[in-house]
């Protein structure tokens, strides 16, 4: 498989660069770069000139050679290394229709080796690869499976991407006798077979390898008509599938998209004791496939919903993604109306889509944000109905909240009778392994070696593992992808017992500020949490109702005399996910949130005496999840000696009864006689990654056992104080 660019006989050079540069131009502004071509500066020229639309400080220069027998030689490499030193640009690209001679082989060997990697070179093969995945073209593998119904593999000679004045198009040489005789040309774009006499003959008459071979317009393969033209996503509606909703910073990448950082979460099939991973989600033409996926807030939804439509299309379906936000009406023609206006937002051929006699057998409705839905409850039963007659391939997500009200209400149940029921789960360990294998490898991929990822992998799941601790931050893929981005700002110093602590504010921080919070804001919306977490913390409760938090909210203003809307205040709360609220009672959003806050308040008034006979007894019930962990938020806030020496102290007093080891010859002796046969270990020989991967998979197994703590019932910090071994 090869690119090249093909132009009139007699065309100068310059034309043959100008296609080049126009085509790299469309993958470089794909990638929200700003474009200049032809930048002539006093002794430099470059043929493009890219700045990054995110980061004013990066320049890109990036140099364009159209060659089609000629290999790029040392001296184009050294021009770009000069023009990128003189000139002080982030980076230098090479874009190029060749492959690199052995003394540019060398010196990008010597660049690696150093650790440069400021110089990329897009060779064929990886430009081909880019500009599929940016959606400047189709894959290959659109245009040849048309091939192969008439050919085998053995019958196609050369595959080409030719990038002429005409368009982009993908061509096949072929033959049944044994030598290329007919060239099959399809336009790259979209993927239809070209048929038109007079394209096919400017095509043919242009400078290429292919062009004393015969461009057909009739060889038995049937031409895409329109029923059956192969559906594309447009450019814009594409790379919003691939936006993460987030922007992540990352050291070797400036704009960071979904490819980047996906991966297969696990699904909880609902009322069974199993589970599946989303990549087996599979739907099939001509099967039927209704599935309904709940999740809690952040948990990947949408973007799973977005990978879902992107590997449904390539089967010839035609999926289509709606927020349930914009059905407010169970009238037939208007769900009709619907969805052929999303087919015109999210496809470049819509008009040929929609006038598809069979277009509902080939649809796959997938209906996101499912509890956002306009229509009351009857009219939603009226809106599943619907859906259920006249598609057969359905895919709800929905938040978790709507979970109970689906088990309760009965006509939903009928409605959704036929569907299977799923749930978006945490990552487990091995899940962590995979998100942070590709969040070290983003920029590198080509360069960082096995040894590293392995060893960085490992050092960042140890950080992640200690941080999100037993149920305090949940481990859905944005906390930890958050994560490892303030990891990357943090030196190991800093990674340094109750300083994770530090971790848990910047994600505070970051959800608030998400929603448009400003700096100066902080202080109030910390202190309001603060007293409310404390409030929680003394009246023993997990929740209040709206009226109580609008009283307490009233109270706290009294108190530091201050004027602040109750409105404005819980809904940024609960958009920013610091609260939440479940059936009209509201709850710190996560474990984290309340420990941190709840320790934040106890150390502001620890000389408080009431305060510190609070400390005091929780000190003295460390055995509870709950006062442990917030006495290791505490000691965070503060070095008060009261703390410190309620933890000795209480350490000490657990093991009261026990004799301090001496290691004495009598000790030893007696370490002996509990061994009573000989102690046999065998090392199988593994490598390091299966040995990895099978920890991992035993710690899931064993944290699918474990009780998750937010099920258990409100604790009194001044309960009668429990033996240790009562427990055991």
């Known amino acids: 498989m090869k690119i090249e660019v093909a132009v009139p006989q007699k065309a100068t050079t310059k034309v043959k660069g100008d296609l080049l540069e126009n085509i790299a131009k469309k993958l470089l502004e794909a990638q929200n770069y700003e474009v200049e071509q032809e930048v002539r500066n006093t002794g430099v020229e470059v043929d493009l000139l890219c700045q990054s639309k995110t980061n004013n400080n990066k320049k890109i220069s990036v140099e364009c050679k159209a060659y089609r027998d000629k290999k790029i030689d040392s001296g184009i490499i050294d021009k770009m290394l000069g023009v990128k030193s003189r000139k002080k640009y982030a980076e230098a690209w090479?874009?190029?229709?060749?492959?690199?001679?052995?003394?540019?082989?060398?010196?990008?060997?010597?660049?690696?080796?150093?650790?440069?990697?400021?110089?990329?070179?897009?060779?064929?093969?990886?430009?081909?690869?880019?500009?599929?995945?940016?959606?400047?073209?189709?894959?290959?593998?659109?245009?040849?499976?048309?091939?192969?119904?008439?050919?085998?593999?053995?019958?196609?000679?050369?595959?080409?991407?030719?990038?002429?004045?005409?368009?982009?198009?993908?061509?096949?040489?072929?033959?049944?006798?044994?030598?290329?005789?007919?060239?099959?040309?399809?336009?790259?774009?979209?993927?239809?077979?070209?048929?038109?006499?007079?394209?096919?003959?400017?095509?043919?008459?242009?400078?290429?390898?292919?062009?004393?071979?015969?461009?057909?317009?009739?060889?038995?393969?049937?031409?895409?008509?329109?029923?059956?033209?192969?559906?594309?996503?447009?450019?814009?509606?594409?790379?919003?599938?691939?936006?993460?909703?987030?922007?992540?910073?990352?050291?070797?990448?400036?704009?960071?998209?979904?490819?980047?950082?996906?991966?297969?979460?696990?699904?909880?099939?609902?009322?069974?004791?199993?589970?599946?991973?989303?990549?087996?989600?599979?739907?099939?033409?001509?099967?039927?496939?209704?599935?309904?996926?709940?999740?809690?807030?952040?948990?990947?939804?949408?973007?799973?919903?977005?990978?879902?439509?992107?590997?449904?299309?390539?089967?010839?379906?035609?999926?289509?993604?709606?927020?349930?936000?914009?059905?407010?009406?169970?009238?037939?023609?208007?769900?009709?109306?619907?969805?052929?206006?999303?087919?015109?937002?999210?496809?470049?051929?819509?008009?040929?889509?929609?006038?598809?006699?069979?277009?509902?057998?080939?649809?796959?409705?997938?209906?996101?944000?499912?509890?956002?839905i306009k229509t009351n409850n009857g009219s939603t039963v009226k809106v599943i109905n619907i859906l259920n007659e006249k598609y057969s391939k359905i895919i709800f997500f929905s938040n978790s909240s709507r979970e109970l009200k689906l088990l309760i209400d009965n006509d939903l149940n009928d409605a959704l009778s036929s569907y299977d029921f799923y749930k978006i789960k945490e990552l487990g360990y091995k899940l962590r392994d995979e998100i942070i294998k590709k969040w070290v490898s983003i920029g590198r991929d080509e360069t960082i070696g096995d040894n590293e990822k392995y060893t960085r992998t490992i050092e960042?799941?140890?950080?992640?593992?200690?941080?999100?601790?037993?149920?305090?931050?949940?481990?859905?893929?944005?906390?930890?992808?958050?994560?490892?981005?303030?990891?990357?700002?943090?030196?190991?110093?800093?990674?340094?017992?109750?300083?994770?602590?530090?971790?848990?504010?910047?994600?505070?921080?970051?959800?608030?500020g998400s929603i448009g919070i400003k700096p100066t804001e902080l202080h109030l919306y910390f202190s309001f949490l603060s007293e409310l977490a404390y409030f929680f913390f003394d009246k023993s409760t997990k929740e209040i109702s709206e009226t109580e938090l609008e009283s307490f909210h009233v109270k706290y203003c009294e108190n530091k005399m201050i004027n602040s809307n109750f409105d404005r205040l819980r809904n940024n709360l609960l958009k920013s996910k610091i609260l939440k609220e479940e059936i009209g009672s509201f709850s710190f959003n996560h474990n984290y949130i309340y420990y941190f806050f709840a320790a934040k308040n106890l150390s502001d008034h620890i000389d408080n005496e009431n305060i510190r006979e609070q400390v005091k007894k929780i000190t003295q019930r460390l055995y509870r999840t709950e006062f442990a962990n917030i006495i290791i938020f505490l000691v965070h806030f503060t070095k008060n000696k009261l703390v410190l020496n309620g933890i000795i102290n209480q350490a000490k007093s657990t093991f009261s009864e026990i004799n301090i080891a001496t290691f004495s010859k009598e000790e030893f002796e007696n370490i002996n006689k509990l061994i009573n046969q000989e102690i046999n270990i065998f090392i199988e020989d593994k490598k390091v990654e299966e040995s990895r991967a099978e920890e991992l998979t035993l710690k899931d197994k064993a944290q699918g056992n474990e009780t998750n703590e937010s099920n258990d019932p409100a604790i009194k910090y001044d309960e009668d104080i429990k033996e240790l071994w009562s427990r055991v």
């Not at 939804?301 to 999926?319: C, D, E, F, M, S």
């Not at 200690?466 to 958050?482: D, E, H, Q, S, W």
């Not at 110093?493 to 994770?500: E, I, N, P, V």
Request: aromatic share 10%; with cysteine; charged share 25%.
């Open 94 to 372: 090479l874009i190029t229709t060749s492959s690199l001679g052995k003394d540019a082989k060398g010196i990008m060997e010597e660049l690696l080796e150093e650790g440069n990697c400021d110089v990329h070179i897009f060779t064929p093969e990886k430009l081909m690869r880019a500009l599929v995945d940016t959606n400047v073209i189709v894959s290959i593998d659109i245009p040849k499976s048309k091939v192969l119904n008439n050919y085998s593999e053995n019958q196609i000679f050369d595959e080409v991407l030719l990038v002429t004045p005409k368009g982009y198009f993908w061509a096949f040489s072929t033959s049944k006798t044994g030598k290329a005789e007919l060239v099959l040309l399809f336009d790259a774009t979209n993927g239809q077979m070209i048929v038109q006499h007079e394209l096919l003959y400017e095509v043919q008459m242009l400078d290429s390898s292919l062009t004393n071979l015969e461009f057909p317009s009739e060889v038995g393969i049937s031409s895409t008509n329109n029923s059956e033209e192969p559906c594309k996503f447009n450019h814009d509606y594409y790379l919003k599938t691939l936006d993460t909703g987030v922007k992540y910073t990352h050291p070797d990448k400036n704009i960071i998209n979904v490819d980047d950082i996906f991966i297969y979460q696990d699904l909880q099939v609902l009322n069974e004791d199993k589970e599946i991973n989303s990549s087996k989600i599979i739907v099939k033409n001509n099967e039927k496939h209704r599935l309904f996926i709940f999740g809690n807030e952040l948990s990947g939804k949408t973007t799973l919903a977005y990978n879902i439509q992107r590997k449904v299309i390539k089967n010839g379906l035609i999926p289509v993604y709606i927020n349930a936000a914009g059905i407010s009406s169970s009238d037939i023609k208007k769900i009709e109306k619907l969805v052929k206006r999303k087919i015109i937002e999210q496809y470049e051929n819509p008009i040929t889509i929609n006038s598809n006699k069979n277009i509902d057998e080939k649809i796959v409705l997938i209906i996101d944000d499912f509890h956002t």
């Open 460 to 512: 960042l799941a140890n950080t992640i593992d200690v941080t999100v601790g037993k149920n305090f931050v949940p481990t859905y893929p944005i906390y930890i992808l958050t994560l490892l981005q303030s990891f990357e700002a943090s030196s190991a110093k800093t990674l340094q017992g109750s300083a994770y602590a530090e971790f848990y504010n910047y994600l505070i921080t970051q959800s608030l």
